[in-house]
């Protein structure tokens, strides 16, 4: 069994920065890709970014230039750098492992941006 758990969430105003971390543990040989998606009060969950194993990157097209997602992978943990934060940004946020062919999810972690 695979364990997610996410943090550094928080109430930060807009244009501040946050910095989530979702820590994996349990059985695990070795991770595949990464990444967060979030879902805002009222909206479907949707993708914010992804990291695979070797490292290559994907970013919604609503937080390219803003966010950045990297991981260490002797720590099983992957992050995700937030500057430039908007009211828009709102919402929680998940991280997932992709590990022997299964998705793994944290529990969510609250990112509110104030004006």
């Known amino acids: 069994q695979v364990t997610l758990v996410e943090s550094g969430g928080g109430l930060v105003q807009a244009g501040g920065s946050l910095r989530l971390s979702c820590a994996a543990s349990?059985?695990?040989?070795?991770?595949?890709?990464m990444g967060w998606h979030r879902q805002a009060p009222g909206k479907q969950r949707e993708l914010v970014a992804t990291i695979n194993s070797g490292g290559t990157t994907n970013y919604a097209d609503s937080v390219k230039g803003r966010f950045t997602i990297s991981r260490d992978n002797a720590k099983n943990t992957a992050y995700l750098q937030m500057n430039s934060l908007k009211r828009e940004d709102t919402g929680v946020y998940y991280c997932?492992?992709?590990?022997?062919?299964?998705?793994?999810w944290g529990q969510g972690t609250q990112v509110t941006v104030s004006s």
């Open positions: 997932y492992a992709d590990i022997r062919g299964f998705r793994s």
């Open positions: 349990g059985y695990i040989f070795s991770i595949n890709a």
